[in-house]
């Protein structure tokens, strides 16, 4: 069963700024697009960022220019760069396959954005 362990979460205040990271399996991390989810209490879980095995990045409207995905293929770790936060982004973050999920989450990571 493929892990994915997130890390990186925390309070922070409006407009701040929190880099997330993610490590799996380097069988699954080189091979694929990866990306990064978010669920809020209450909501159904979104994609946030993409990237391809290549580096080509995705966002959806709702973090277009305020998120950054990037990757390490040497150390098989995924990155989420966050920036000018809102309460609007509270929610558990977790990382995945990017274009279909695999159905193993793992625990996720909190982000807290209030003042």
């Known amino acids: 069963q493929v892990q994915f362990v997130e890390s990186g979460g925390g309070l922070v205040q409006p407009g701040g700024s929190l880099r997330l990271s993610c490590s799996t399996a380097?069988?699954?991390?080189?091979?694929?697009?990866m990306g990064w989810f978010r669920q809020a209490s209450g909501k159904e879980r979104e994609l946030v960022a993409a990237?391809?095995?290549?580096?080509?990045?995705s966002y959806p409207d709702p973090t277009r220019g305020r998120f950054t995905v990037s990757r390490d293929n040497g150390e098989n770790l995924l990155y989420l760069q966050m920036n000018d936060l809102q309460p609007k982004d509270t929610a558990v973050y977790y990382c995945?396959?990017?274009?279909?999920?695999?159905?193993?989450w793992g625990r996720g990571t909190q982000v807290i954005v209030s003042s």
């Open positions: 995945n396959l990017g274009d279909i999920p695999l159905n193993s």
């Open positions: 380097r069988s699954i991390f080189r091979l694929y697009t």
């Open positions: 990237i391809t095995k290549d580096g080509t990045t």
